[in-house]
């Protein structure tokens, strides 16, 4: 399918390369997206800024003035403000510093509260482990193991031996 088409759905992409236009203002870099449809609007700027504070204090710093943790936030904004109610988040954690990593988990919280569905590539497990419902293990293209939160417990041993946690 055509990018514009699955946006369309309803799809929202986060790349692990963030992909904000850093030469535009964290202001105008969420005014960029457009709305999916007039029935699911996208969260406002100040909804935006109530999740993500740091960016209300940057919102006229441009993305190249942006720490890392920051980019990434301005990332994931930028989907909400589409509307789009399912995100595919790519390796949101990677190289961040601790204190924003533990922002965007409690950003992932309040956005499962809110019904959003999140699918979520991470290799930092101890970062996802306490956000996901359901886990997939996957080596060379293949899902080699799946089980749900619940039954996270019962297979930490294997982790242990598939992931080196």
């Not at 850093?22 to 202001?27: E, V």
């Amino acid at each position: 399918m055509a990018t514009h088409r699955i946006a369309h759905l309803g799809i929202g992409y986060c790349p692990e390369e963030r992909g904000i236009f850093s030469g535009l203002t964290t202001q105008e870099n969420l005014m960029l997206p457009p709305t999916l449809s007039r029935s699911d609007r996208g969260m406002s700027i100040d909804e935006i800024y109530g999740m993500f504070p740091n960016l209300a204090e940057r919102r006229n710093s441009p993305g190249t003035r942006l720490s890392g943790g920051e980019q990434q936030m301005l990332a994931v904004a930028r989907i909400l403000r589409t509307g789009a109610r399912l995100l595919l988040l790519d390796e949101i954690s990677e190289g961040l510093a601790p204190v924003i990593v533990q922002a965007l988990a409690r950003m992932i919280l309040r956005l499962k509260e809110k019904g959003y569905t999140i699918v979520m590539v991470e290799q930092n497990f101890n970062f996802a482990a306490p956000l996901a419902d359901r886990f997939y293990i996957v080596e060379h293209g293949e899902t080699i193991e799946h089980f749900t939160a619940g039954e996270l417990h019962e297979k930490t041993s294997l982790l242990g031996e598939l992931l080196g946690v």
